[in-house]
């Protein structure tokens, strides 16, 4: 991805003249270039341990060049990219590393640990969370582990239904070989174009069909890993008694336990049909009490999501679109199967939501969404050169605690990042006990945009573990997270993370400073 702004260079967004006038209007037009030419920092490896790096992986895949390193700093938060486009590149790695295989990943730790070397596993580089920004005080030196040449389809069970995937496969190229045999994955998070097979798993990553294939982490069935004191290999069956579940360890680790080098997980035939339609709601209580009816009578459709009415106004061009008077909340609703499962499927879930006051919109909203449904980061890169602060946190709670945490959070955003600013809030996960909250902020970039963001954050997440919400849905802990994962799993908690964290990595050298409060 480009190194200053979200994906790829060439899809960048430009806001049209119309658009301008609007951020005008509202939040005052800034010129905020980005700037050009800053330089990493000189690699502090030495040549030896260079040369050490060369004899695992090849002389090919040990990159030490200015544009690899600075390709390989941070992820993409709007922090990470404020401080990009700054010129600030203090957190790139010494050198960028890329093994072929699970041997040469084993092999990489204990010349790491052995040397005092920090590693930070790099997958997509989409993490929005500081996960990619290790600690390196007190290390030889830190490397980037990219994972671009463990790509491929290891296997596939089409008795199980089952594959196993390589790590660095990227979402899109999962699909790709998936598709081949008439397979699909079916997970679609919002930095599926970018994100990779590994990020994933080390994040607990959600899709946008969640409702309709799970979470990430509920497709894994089995996985190895590489850890400084050794290989993992778990997951030989279906469901087991054996005492705790251990892939749990590294799901949702950040590479901070270990380094996932396969995951094999659950897959389903590829839809020979897909719907996606549109409805209407009075208001946001409304539909996520329509939402809570579908999940637990047990007719959730593949996709499902809730705009409020904040989000809803901003995102249509034509607010008269959703009911006339240009109120009210937008749900989008999406069906995948056979010809005969969506249309059984698609009529039960109509029956019960309009029922319930739902107003039907066609398939034409929904179809508006599916096209645009990855393109809102680029959105915000155009955003920020033009002086506008846009960032995005998530969390989730029980059905019951839904419109406290909503109000509590909103009003955190909003009385710190003060008049004008915007805060808008949909339902993006669903689950028969609860769902997630997803808020965008947008607001006036004042003269130090990231400390402007973290004392909103800081608020946010005070409402967030104030409320007994979670810290995060699916955005996972990186370092930004630290100080209310504490807070969210108690005094034992930390214990337990920090038991584990010195057993598989006693050196400390993975992600340092990440996950582990």
Known sequence: MHPQRWGAPDAATVLPDSALGLVDLAFGLQDRPAVTGATPPPVALDASLLDGLRAIVGADHVLVDDTTRALRTRGKSTPDLLRARAGDLTDAPDAVVRPDGHDEVVALLAWATEHRVAVVPFGGGTCVTGGLAARRDGFAGLVSLDLVRMKRLLAVDEVSMTATLEPGLRGPEAEALLAEHGLTLGHYPQSFEHASIGGFAATRSSGQSSAGYGRFDAMVVALTAATPTGSLELGSSPANAAGPDLRQLLLGSEGAFGVITSVTVR???????????????????????????????????????????????????????????????????????????????????????????????????????????????????????????????????????????????????????????????????????????????????????????????????????????????????????????????????????????????????????????
């Open 267 to 517: 897959v389903r035939r590829a839809p020979a049909e897909t719907t996606y339609e549109g409805w209407r709601w009075p208001s946001f209580d409304a539909g996520s009490d329509a939402m809570r009816a579908l999940a637990q009578d047990g007719l959730l459709p593949t996709v499902i999501r809730l705009s409020d009415e904040s989000e809803t106004a901003i995102n249509l061009a034509d607010p008269s679109s959703i009911g006339g008077s240009g109120d009210g909340c937008l749900m989008i609703t999406g069906f995948e199967g056979t010809a005969a499962q969506v249309a059984s499927r698609r009529a039960a879930v109509t029956e019960v939501l309009t029922g319930l006051g739902g107003t039907p919109l066609g398939t034409e909203p929904g179809e508006k969404w599916s096209h645009g449904r990855f393109g809102a980061p680029y959105l915000r890169d155009a955003l920020l050169d033009h002086g506008v602060l846009v960032e995005t946190l998530e969390t989730a709670t029980f059905w019951s605690n839904r419109q406290r945490l909503y109000a509590d959070v909103k009003a955190a955003l909003t009385s710190t990042l003060g008049e004008g600013s915007l805060v808008l809030c949909h339902v993006s996960h669903v689950y028969e006990t609860g769902c997630s909250l997803y808020f965008t902020v947008a607001a006036r970039q004042g003269d130090d945009p990231i400390a402007q963001w973290q004392v909103a954050k800081a608020a946010a997440s005070d409402a967030m573990v104030a409320a007994g919400a979670t810290i995060t849905h699916h955005h996972a802990v990186g370092t930004d997270h630290l100080p209310w994962l504490a807070q969210e799993i108690g005094e034992v908690g930390v214990r337990v993370l920090r038991a584990v964290k010195a057993e598989l990595d006693p050196a400390g050298i993975l992600n340092p400073g990440v996950l582990i409060p």
